[in-house]
T-cell receptor, first 116, second 114 residues
Framework: GAVVSQHPSRVICKSGTSVKIECRSL??????MFWYRQFPKQSLMLMAT?????????EQGVEKDKFLINHASLTLSTLTVTSAHPEDSSFYIC????????????FGQGTRLTVV | AQTVTQSQPEMSVQEAETVTLSCTYD???????LFWYKQPPSRQMILVIR??????QNATENRFSVNFQKAAKSFSLKISDSQLGDTAMYFC???????????FGAGTILRVKS
C-alpha cells in the first residue's frame, strides 16, 4: 500500500511558540490531503482539507489563523499551529488522497503535540 | 450533514470467538461509502474493510465481514476467530467518495482476551 509519512511523531513546545507538522506522500502524488485532530480516547475530527496549489478549506469552528495549512507540492502538506497553548495539545493525523487509480486515502502515523 | 453513531464504547471477546461491532449512520444521499478502521495502540489508522452503498453484497475481508443494511442505515462489523492482535479502537466512517474526507463515529474499544 501507499505510504504517508508524518513528522514529527511527537513534539513538545512551550506555550506561545509555533510548531510545524509535515505530511508527506512517499510513493504517490496527493492533490488532496486532510488534517484531523483526535483528543484522548475520542474520535477523529476533520480540521481542514488541503488542496495542492490552493487555499485550504477549513471546517466550521476551526481557526484558520491558528492552524495554518500549506500544500505547496503534490507530496507535501504542512500544518503549523501558531501561538500554541495547552488546549492545543492533541493528536494530529493527516491523510493523503492518491490522485491515481486507487483513489483511497492513506493515513500518516500521527503527531502527538504537547504544549507546556 | 452526515453523522455516524457507534453505541458501544467498549467490548471484549475471548480469543477465537466472534464479535460484532455496531454502527448506524444518517445521510440523505443515495450513493456513499462506508468504512471500518482499526486504530491499535500505535495509533496508526488501518483500513479494515469498506463497502460501497450501491453494492448489495456485503463486503468480506478474511475474518472481517460487514452486515450492510441500507434501508436501516446500519453497518455492523463482524470479526470471526478473534485474535489478540485485533485489540484496538475501531472506528466506523462515512464518505461521499473514495479517498475523500471521512466522518467518523465515536469509536469502540475492543479487547480480545486470552
Amino acid at each position: 500500500g501507499a505510504v504517508v509519512s508524518q513528522h514529527p511523531s511527537r513534539v513538545i513546545c512551550k506555550s506561545g511558540t509555533s510548531v510545524k507538522i509535515e505530511c508527506r506522500s512517499l510513493d504517490f502524488q496527493a492533490t488532496t490531503m486532510f488534517w484531523y485532530r483526535q483528543f484522548p480516547k475520542q474520535s477523529l475530527m476533520l480540521m481542514a482539507t488541503s488542496n495542492e496549489g490552493s487555499k485550504a478549506t477549513y471546517e466550521q469552528g476551526v481557526e484558520k489563523d491558528k492552524f495554518l495549512i500549506n500544500h505547496a507540492s503534490l507530496t507535501l502538506s504542512t500544518l503549523t499551529v501558531t501561538s500554541a497553548h495547552p488546549e492545543d495539545s492533541s493528536f494530529y493525523i493527516c491523510s493523503a488522497r492518491d490522485r491515481g487509480g486507487v483513489l483511497q486515502a492513506f493515513f500518516g502515523q500521527g503527531t502527538r503535540l504537547t504544549v507546556v | 450533514a452526515q453523522t455516524v453513531t457507534q453505541s458501544q464504547p467498549e467490548m471484549s471477546v475471548q480469543e477465537a470467538e466472534t464479535v460484532t461491532l455496531s454502527c448506524t449512520y444518517d445521510t440523505s444521499e443515495s450513493n456513499y461509502y462506508l468504512f471500518w478502521y482499526k486504530q491499535p495502540p500505535s495509533r496508526q489508522m488501518i483500513l479494515v474493510i469498506r463497502q460501497e452503498a450501491y453494492k448489495q453484497q456485503n463486503a468480506t475481508e478474511n475474518r472481517f465481514s460487514v452486515n450492510f443494511q441500507k434501508a436501516a442505515k446500519s453497518f455492523s462489523l463482524k470479526i470471526s476467530d478473534s485474535q489478540l492482535g485485533d485489540t484496538a479502537m475501531y472506528f466506523c466512517a462515512f464518505s461521499m467518495e473514495y479517498g475523500n474526507k471521512l466522518v467518523f463515529g465515536a469509536g469502540t474499544i475492543l479487547r480480545v482476551k486470552s
